[in-house]
């Protein structure tokens, strides 16, 4: 599990193509020295499994589906991602319950920079929008965040320069994409109540 509570932001330093796979090697200074081979990480927001790891970097291998339902596909040499460790039953949960399984892409359609902060919105896919309330939590490139406005399939986040500058939305720009998860209760939610989508 995860919290979508950013603890690194690291730069993908190889890409591998294996065609119904990718090998993606990342740098690992800001995660600390106890890496564990077979550890869960949060690569924006998309969970993956540490196959090897190095004294400064960790790879790990990546499926075509994943590669083609998330943003994963458009990384290249250099790109910046946002990490996460999984949380340990002892951690905080700081934001909220993510699982690392994306649920969608969602595009920057508009930016807006105010003195303290920046409003992004984004387009969301409409088979998602049902998940989605104004005030509760969604995950962007494995951020937890709070939905500030939601108007048609348009989701505005506020963010802080905190996050800012320690995310890689400091960086977006209109036209980028970002992965999302949605709420899991919800979706479980949904399940239970016998509602089809």
């Not at 591998?16 to 081979?37: C, M």
């Not at 949060?42 to 540490?50: D, K, M, Q, S, W």
């Not at 036209?175 to 109540?193: C, H, P, S």
């Amino acid at each position: 599990m995860f919290t979508g509570i950013v603890q690194s932001v690291e730069t993908v330093t190889s890409i591998e193509d294996h065609g119904a796979a990718a090998r993606l090697t990342i740098s690992s200074t800001g995660l600390g020295d106890d890496l564990v081979h077979g550890e869960s990480i949060a690569v924006n927001g998309v969970c993956l499994t540490a196959a090897s790891l190095d004294s400064d970097s960790w790879t790990a291998d990546v499926m075509r589906i994943t590669l083609e339902t998330s943003m994963l596909g458009d990384l290249t040499e250099g790109s910046r991602v946002n990490l996460e460790r999984a949380m340990p039953a002892t951690g905080r949960l700081g934001g909220h319950i993510m699982q690392g399984h994306v649920d969608g892409v969602a595009t920057l359609v508009a930016r807006d920079s105010q003195p303290e902060w920046d409003d992004l919105t984004f387009s969301l896919p409409a088979d998602l929008l049902r998940y989605v309330v104004r005030k509760g939590s969604i995950a962007l490139n494995g951020v937890s965040l709070t939905v500030a406005e939601l108007d048609g399939d348009r989701a505005t986040v506020s963010l802080i320069p905190t996050t800012l500058t320690e995310t890689t939305f400091g960086d977006y720009a209109v036209g980028d994409i970002a992965n999302v998860e949605v709420d899991v209760i919800a979706k479980y939610v949904e399940r239970m109540m016998g509602v089809q989508g």
